[in-house]
């Protein structure tokens, strides 16, 4: 659950305007001290002064104020005139005329335009709702193909798919092209922009970033690779290698340029992807901190290919666009086979650091394992060893706390049997937790 703040002016702190300040404009200060991902702005007042006429009731002298909203740093963030009562605001959508942005820390104030005032006055009281941001699972996909490059959907039709795959999220990655992250509306799914840059020699993502680049994305050797690269995060956006060991399309041009992650799971679990992983705990166990994310590559539905195949799973604070690219840039999550595949969580019994983050030397680290099936194997992995459980039958869960002395770092596995006679496949990797003397 969300938690909510609510600041009111309330009937003891009841605004009162009196006629002389018609036709003025007066701000309203409130404090938003805490990351908040929602902000909701209720008033109320009598539109009408009410007098009786025998069994009649009267109404007249009309009070007329306008709302509106600036934000900390004095920029109009929405005004809604006399008739609305009630806006909100939120990066994931606002009451119309609002922005749809990050909520800013500090004060903010309420317009009351006094249009109109009563002779007797005017009696106004706003509750202020704030939704506090708290650390929760979005589920979604990080690669995903429309007809604007060589997939078979339009980006509506992929938000309707993405809805019912039950996602959170999911990352536009046509090749070469960024013009379908133009104008995409903010939903109940949040929809990021992205680009795949797309060589002979390899792809890449650039992730959370309208327009990665603003010329050519050709480049004939690595110097001008290393170049669009360095534009794209100059632009914001973050560059994950895809597939790199893809026998069709594998990185060719080594692991020394700009870049930020890694996918290691593209569509199904196979050959090529467990060399990624096994290419990353390489560097990993030689002291390298790499992110890595899954996504589908989704083109088109087939018996192999579907949109959340894999799930990238992230603990973010919120479902802001901002919010899940900071998650995935810190690799705070797993890569699960589907959308109701295993899921993990962890956390450090004295630090609490979690996916992505760095535990102090030696510290305990409890793993919740959930959505488990008998005869799964449970890993947890660091540089010097991989800890191995055989849940039960009928087992749907699972916990375990324990110290990794020496490690590095250490990550969580789930392997499945997908179907009888196939040998267990991951169905579950984790992102590390990294230990501190190792940073």
């Known amino acids: 659950m969300i938690e909510s703040i609510k600041q009111s002016f309330s009937k003891d702190q009841e605004k009162s305007f009196s006629k002389d300040q018609e036709k003025s404009y007066i701000l309203l200060p409130f404090e938003v001290s805490e990351p908040v991902e929602r902000i909701d702005i209720e008033c109320f007042y009598d539109s009408f002064s009410t007098s009786s006429s025998g069994a009649f009731t009267l109404e007249k002298d009309r009070a007329v104020i306008d709302l509106a909203v600036s934000d900390p740093s004095g920029n109009l963030a929405g005004a809604a005139g006399s008739d609305r009562k009630k806006v909100w605001l939120s990066p994931l959508g606002s009451a119309p005329g609002f922005s749809e942005a990050p ?208 799930t990238m799973c992230l603990y973010a604070m919120s479902r802001a666009p901002s919010d899940i690219m900071d998650a995935l840039k810190k690799g705070a999550g797993y890569i699960s086979f589907e959308p109701s595949g295993p899921g993990v969580d962890a956390a450090s019994l004295q630090s609490g650091a979690s996916f992505g983050e760095a535990a102090n030397y030696g510290e305990e680290v409890k793993f919740e394992f959930a959505d488990l099936k008998g005869a799964d194997v449970v890993r947890l992995v660091t540089d010097t060893e991989s800890l191995q459980f055989v849940c039960p039958q009928d087992a749907t869960a699972f916990e375990v706390s324990k110290a990794f002395p020496g490690a590095k770092f250490v990550r969580a596995e789930v392997h499945r049997i997908y179907a009888p006679g196939l040998p267990p496949m991951a169905a579950l990797i984790s992102n590390p937790i990294y230990f501190a003397a190792f940073q």
């Open 103 to 310: 909520i800013a820390q500090g004060t903010w104030n309420i317009i009351a335009g006094l249009y109109h005032i009563p002779e007797k006055g005017a009696k106004v009281s706003y509750n202020i709702t704030l939704s506090k941001k708290k650390r929760r699972l979005f589920k979604g996909d990080t690669h995903v193909h429309t007809t604007a490059s060589d997939g078979v959907k339009s980006v509506p039709q992929i938000i309707s798919e993405a809805r019912e795959q039950k996602l959170d999220f999911v990352i536009l990655t046509d090749h070469n092209n960024f013009h379908p992250n133009l104008g995409v509306p903010a939903s109940d799914l949040t929809v990021i922009p992205g680009t795949e840059w797309t060589h002979y020699k390899g792809h890449a993502g650039f992730l959370g970033a309208q327009r990665p680049f603003k010329g050519s994305y050709c480049s004939k050797d690595a110097l001008e690779v290393k170049a669009v690269f360095e534009e794209a995060k100059s632009n914001g956006a973050y560059v994950v290698l895809n597939h790199p060991f893809c026998h069709l399309v594998p990185w060719e041009w080594g692991f020394d340029l700009p870049f930020d992650g890694v996918e290691i799971w593209n569509g199904v679990m196979s050959e090529r992807n467990m060399k990624a992983v096994a290419w990353w705990h390489s560097e990993l166990s030689q002291g390298f901190k790499i992110p890595v994310c899954g996504g589908s590559d989704y083109h088109r539905s087939s018996l192999l290919s579907a949109l959340g195949t894999p």
